[in-house]
């Protein structure tokens, strides 16, 4: 079994920065394709950025590309959400999932795997 736990999510003014972080156990993120996904309100969940695990290519949403970076950090078993510029719209609670293939990389329920959430509010 994989257990992910998200955290460093917060406050944050528009334009400011982000670092999420979202540690994994049980099992190596070596092992999996995966995403951080974000829910805002009154919407359905949203892929941000996924990653497969065979060559490590990336995908962002539109709204996102050049502001957002992911990435593994191999020796802590963690995966990391780098987020730049950020807009109100950014506002919501992120999640990093993880599959060994998931069928549909933009959907949220054919990972396996996720977290807990961590709430990200950007407003001034």
């Known amino acids: 079994q994989l257990q992910l736990v998200e955290s460093g999510g917060g406050l944050v003014q528009p334009g400011g920065s982000l670092r999420l972080s979202c540690a994994a156990s049980?099992?190596?993120?070596?092992?999996?394709?995966i995403a951080w996904f974000r829910q805002v309100p009154g919407k359905e969940r949203e892929v941000v950025v996924c990653?497969?695990?065979?060559?490590?290519?990336?995908y962002y949403r539109d709204s996102v590309k050049g502001r957002f970076t992911i990435a593994r950090d191999k020796g802590e078993n963690t995966l990391i959400l780098q987020g730049d510029n950020l807009e109100p719209e950014d506002t919501g609670v992120y999640y990093c999932n993880a599959d060994r293939s998931p069928n549909n990389w933009w959907t949220f329920d054919d990972y396996d795997y996720w977290g807990q959430g961590t709430q990200v509010t950007v407003s001034s």
């Open positions: 990653m497969s695990k065979e060559d490590g290519h990336t």
């Open positions: 049980g099992r190596s993120l070596d092992d999996f394709a």
